[in-house]
């Protein structure tokens, strides 16, 4: 049977279909005879029967594949630097060398402080350092505002309250808060 | 030792039912392609009146042959080929050649690809994709090979 070339090949979507590896020789080879010009009507469709058939053949195990893998990676290091901090180095384009290698397992930690996390634990410091006067490593100002307004309180509730002691306060939270 | 073997001109026939025949005739081994190539039409037109049956081909084949043949050195397949295919010159062109009864010594043991990748970087592999890339090769619609771009084990009927 000689086969007509599909009319609508270029716009037409690919599928990807799993294929034990094993078997990927036997199909593989199954495609040979549609490389040549008896398998087609004409000699368009021999043309771009071929290049069509060899571009399946490629992609069974080389570039579809890698460029998914890569892509898989690239992925992976993204979001390794933006959450974890993780700062990686392109060694080399072609072939493409990235280190550090991606590891099996990545131990949860705090690489960067421009990362997501770091900035999460950034705020964290900073809140129980403002509220509650918490040295940290990031942050040692003390009293927090919540000792601040408990000495204002107290302060009103005594007889010889000095405006100028409250105000003096006041300042310092909306300093903490600002 | 390959044997230089002189040129081989033959003119396809087809019959009215199909039926193939071929006439063959030698050349001097001094011919070059072209000029026989020409030489051979200009038959194929003196004989065209001569026949019933219509001229479909003229071909001219040179080779060398092993004298004296040596028995293989492997025990592989020809069906268990190599296949190597390349990117060419064009956008959307490739080629392909198959190395027959590739020897197992060139297939991935380990990785993901394992029994069925070529190893491309094993020398003598490497050294027969330096003479593929950028040399006289091309794919059958004359693109230049220019780049591999998969090397695995195909069984092919």
Known sequence: ?178 | MLVPQLPLASIEFVDGSGNLAHMQIRLKSEVTAASALDALAALAATIAPMTDCAITAIMVRYYRLADPRTPPPGTERASTTGALIFDCADEGEYAILRVPAINSDFVRVDGAGAGVLLDVDSAPLAALIDLLVDGLACNPFASDIVELSAAYVQLVP
């Not at chain 1, 199954?30 to 087609?40: D, K, L, Y």
């Open chain 1, 1 to 178: 049977m000689r086969y007509t070339f599909p009319v609508d090949y270029a716009g037409a979507p690919c599928y990807v279909a799993a294929l034990n590896r094993t078997m990927v020789p036997i199909v593989a080879g199954q495609m040979a005879i549609m490389e040549q010009p008896g398998s087609w009507q004409n000699a368009d469709d021999y043309h771009a029967g071929y290049n069509a058939v060899l571009a399946y053949e490629r992609c069974l195990m080389a570039l579809c594949m890698d460029d998914l893998i890569a892509s898989n990676d690239r992925l992976y290091r993204m979001l390794d630097t933006a959450i974890y901090g993780v700062g990686y180095t392109v060694e080399s384009v072609d072939p493409l060398i990235v280190t550090p290698a991606i590891p099996p397992q990545r131990t949860l930690g705090i690489y960067s402080d421009d990362s997501i996390l770091g900035r999460m634990e950034d705020l964290k410091q900073l809140l129980q350092n403002a509220l509650n006067g918490t040295e940290t490593p990031h942050y040692d100002t003390v009293p927090g505002i919540r000792a601040l307004l408990q000495s204002i309180i107290d302060a009103l509730g005594a007889e010889d309250t000095d405006l100028s002691d409250i105000l003096a306060q006041l300042e310092i939270v909306a300093g903490l808060l600002a």
